[in-house]
Antibody, heavy 122, light 110 residues
Framework: QVQLQESGPGLVKPSQTLSLTCSVSGGSIISGGHYWSWIRQRPGKGLEWIGYIFYRGTTHYNPSLLSRLSISVDTFKNQFSLKLNSVTAADTAVYYC??????????????WGLGALVTVSS | QSVLTQPPSASGTPGQRVTISCSGT????????VNWYRQVPGTAPKLLMY???QRPSGVPDRFSASKSGASASLTISGLQSEDEADFFCAAWDDSLNGPVFGGGTKLTVL
């Protein structure tokens, strides 16, 4: 069974860079042709898709975050990472990593991590 | 707030049938398939339904889903106490060119 685990600092200062890593176990990040995604949930709000990456490095980002966002993958470590720069309090959220899979006529996030709370505060 | 609209709460007694709605618009539910997820607080979200009404392996057939136009619904039959959780819907949005989510519905089993 595929498992995902987020890790990274729980507190980031305003204007700095938020960095999180998702470690994948129970399966290879390069197999199956899947994409690897980041999703967040800000306090009191619904889920927001951040972006995803294919193991070869192809990315697809939420346009609202495009200018501040970078998602990368490390196939040797079976991990993928998120960097969001110039953060503000509005970036305070629980950040989830998830596996994005496609079907013949649809898609889903079929495996998720537990989530990591990141607070932006001085 | 959220692109897809769900009622914030729903409830039922054991054995009852409960339906949770998810309302969207033409670029998302009206044009693309819907997924449903279940999350017990403190645990990872779990895929419950995909492609509008398909159950992943291991999901009981007490769970069913449907879609009509730009609205979708999840139905839980034979409600059990362990069904208590947050449920949220998701769909691809052609305007965003990415997935969008509902705000989630907290299900309480009375």
């Amino acid at each position: 069974q595929v498992q995902l685990q987020e890790s990274g600092p729980g507190l980031v200062k305003p204007s700095q860079t938020l960095s999180l890593t998702c470690s994948v176990s129970g399966g290879s990040i390069i197999s199956g042709g899947h994409y690897w995604s980041w999703i967040r949930q800000r306090p009191g709000k619904g889920l927001e898709w951040i972006g995803y990456i294919f193991y070869r490095g192809t990315t697809h980002y939420n346009p609202s975050l495009l200018s501040r966002l970078s998602i990368s993958v490390d196939t040797f470590k079976n991990q993928f990472s998120l960097k969001l720069n110039s953060v503000t309090a509005a970036d305070t959220a629980v950040y989830y990593c998830a596996r994005y899979v496609t079907y013949s006529n649809g898609w889903s996030f079929d495996y998720w991590g537990l989530g990591a709370l990141v607070t932006v505060s001085s | 707030q959220s692109v897809l609209t769900q009622p914030p709460s729903a409830s039922g007694t054991p054995g009852q049938r409960v339906t949770i709605s998810c309302s969207g618009t033409s670029p998302n539910i009206g044009s693309n398939t819907v997924n449903w997820y279940r999350q017990v607080p403190g645990t990872a979200p779990k895929l419950l339904m995909y492609n509008d009404n398909q159950r992943p392996s291991g999901v009981p057939d007490r769970f069913s889903a449907s879609k009509s136009g730009a609205s979708a619904s999840l139905t839980i039959s034979g409600l059990q106490s362990e069904d208590e959780a947050d449920f949220f819907c998701a769909a691809w949005d052609d305007s965003l060119n990415g997935p969008v989510f509902g705000g989630g519905t907290k299900l309480t089993v009375l």
